[in-house]
Nanobody
Framework: VQLQASGGGFVQAGGSLRLSCAVS????????AGWYRQAPGKQRELVAT???????KYADSVKGRFTVSRDNAQNTVNLQMNSLKPADTAVYYC??????????WGQGTLVTVSS
C-alpha cells in the first residue's frame, strides 16, 4: 500500500483547507484509514479515522470542524478542515491499516494556521 498526501499550506485562523491522500497498491486489504498529526515538540495524535463498515471517530479537539471522507472511485481519503485554529498547526499524516495488521503512512503535509 502506498499513500501520497497533499493539500497542506498556510491559512489564517478561521479559514479552511482540504487534505487529500491518494491510496494505491493493495487497497482491498485496507480496513481502516484516516489522519494523524504531529505538532512541533509533541507526539503524533489521532485526528480522524474512517473504518470500512464502522463508525467514524474524531479527536475531541476537531469535532464539528473537521470531516473525514473516503472516495472509493478515486481511491482517496480526504480531510476537510474548517474553522482552523493556530492549535491545528502540525504536519498531517494519512495512514492505512490493513487486514494483515500492517500500518502504512503517507509522507506528511504541513498545515500552518496563523493567528
Amino acid at each position: 500500500v502506498q499513500l501520497q498526501a497533499s493539500g497542506g499550506g498556510f491559512v489564517q485562523a478561521g479559514g479552511s483547507l482540504r487534505l487529500s491522500c491518494a491510496v494505491s497498491g493493495n487497497i482491498f486489504s485496507i480496513n481502516n484509514a484516516g489522519w494523524y498529526r504531529q505538532a512541533p515538540g509533541k507526539q503524533r495524535e489521532l485526528v480522524a479515522t474512517i473504518p470500512s463498515g464502522g463508525d467514524i471517530k474524531y479527536a475531541d479537539s476537531v469535532k464539528g470542524r473537521f470531516t473525514v471522507s473516503r472516495d472509493n472511485a478515486q481511491n482517496t481519503v480526504n480531510l476537510q478542515m474548517n474553522s482552523l485554529k493556530p492549535a491545528d498547526t502540525a504536519v498531517y499524516y494519512c495512514y492505512a491499516h490493513t487486514t494483515y495488521a500492517r500500518d502504512f503512512w503517507g509522507q506528511g503535509t504541513l498545515v500552518t494556521v496563523s493567528s
